[in-house]
């Protein structure tokens, strides 16, 4: 078998892989971009499984919240446009996030992927020529424009482009991350604000009542808008997804099996809790936190959010 062969077979393999997994395609691509091994930990599993389902179907509306610095925005905002469209390129994806300037990072740096030698050496896509923004942009197949990404702030307005198809499969997906900023957390109006934008604008930019819709964030407040959702506030058949970063063994047991073994439990605190990410968030470093600032604590990493007012702080 001649070097060409070998190689040709390895992309073959590659291609198989990244399509068929989504924590495979992402470690594959980050490490093509930041030539860097991407870390993987045991809640990367479960997001990406989660991500797999949605693109299977077996899932539809759903929330991820997890504690900051996760790589939530790498693996699902950037990688779920990215892989989305080597899946099926008439995919559309309206991309969400509370700033412009965060959206069309991520929207710029999808396109970036879809426009490496490495992926056109997978999937041989063209961006469209006269779509080249980091807000709108959409891929060529047999000289035509197909799927895209529109990427905009969740304030922001959304013309003339609707999320998916009225198609049967995988046709794309409205991707929230981060609707609501940190400091319009503490302000009624600005919570109040964030969610009913969710329901005026993001309901509507569905082409079909099948089209997913995957919000990740941390958590900021109880009427945050992962609040606003588990109360019926967005209408669906919502499911949530919910990583701390103080774990136990209660919560390990509730995992999927195959990712129950990935979880490192070597220091613990008196009550048998461990960080979910030792490697990158060690465990006495979390309880200093949780020691410092209960609030942002008990929100931002526990995804238990206190009330307001509830002695700590108080919102307008």
């Not at 990215?82 to 965060?102: E, K, M, Q, T, V």
């Amino acid at each position: 078998m001649n070097r060409s062969t070998e190689q040709a077979q390895e992309q073959a393999v590659i291609k198989a892989r990244c399509e068929a997994d989504h924590l495979f395609f992402t470690r594959y691509f980050f490490k093509q971009r930041q030539q860097l091994r991407f870390r993987v930990n045991w809640h990367h599993h479960v997001i990406a499984g989660v991500v797999d389902d949605v693109i299977a179907g077996r899932r539809k509306d759903v929330v991820i919240n997890v504690p900051p610095g996760s790589s939530k925005t790498e693996l699902v905002a950037i990688n779920v446009m990215a892989r989305g469209l080597a899946l099926n390129p008439y995919a559309r994806f309206l991309h969400i996030s509370y700033s412009d300037d965060l959206a069309l990072l991520n929207s710029e740096t999808a396109r970036e992927i879809v426009q490496s030698d490495e992926y056109r050496a997978l999937w041989p896509l063209e961006i469209a020529d006269d779509a080249k923004s980091k807000k709108r942009w959409n891929v060529v197949v047999d000289g035509k424009k197909a799927g895209g990404v529109y990427a905009v702030s969740l304030g922001g307005q959304v013309t003339g482009f609707r999320a998916g198809h009225m198609a049967p499969g995988w046709q794309g997906a409205i991707i929230i991350d981060d609707p609501l900023k940190v400091e319009d957390a503490y302000s009624k109006t600005g919570r109040s604000k964030a969610n009913r934008k969710l329901v005026s604008t993001v309901k509507s930019r569905k082409a079909s009542p099948d089209t997913p819709i995957i919000v990740i964030m941390q958590r900021l407040a109880q009427d945050d808008p992962t609040g606003f959702i588990q109360s019926g506030g967005f209408p669906g058949a919502w499911e949530c997804i919910e990583i701390p970063a103080l774990i136990d063994d209660a919560y390990v047991s509730r995992l999927p099996e195959h990712v129950q073994g990935q979880v490192v439990r070597d220091a613990q605190d008196q009550d048998g809790r461990y960080s979910y990410w030792p490697y990158k968030e060690p465990l006495a470093e979390l309880l200093a936190l949780e020691a410092t600032d209960r609030y942002v604590f008990s929100g931002q990493y526990q995804q238990r959010p206190s009330p307001l007012g509830g002695g700590i702080i108080k919102g307008d």
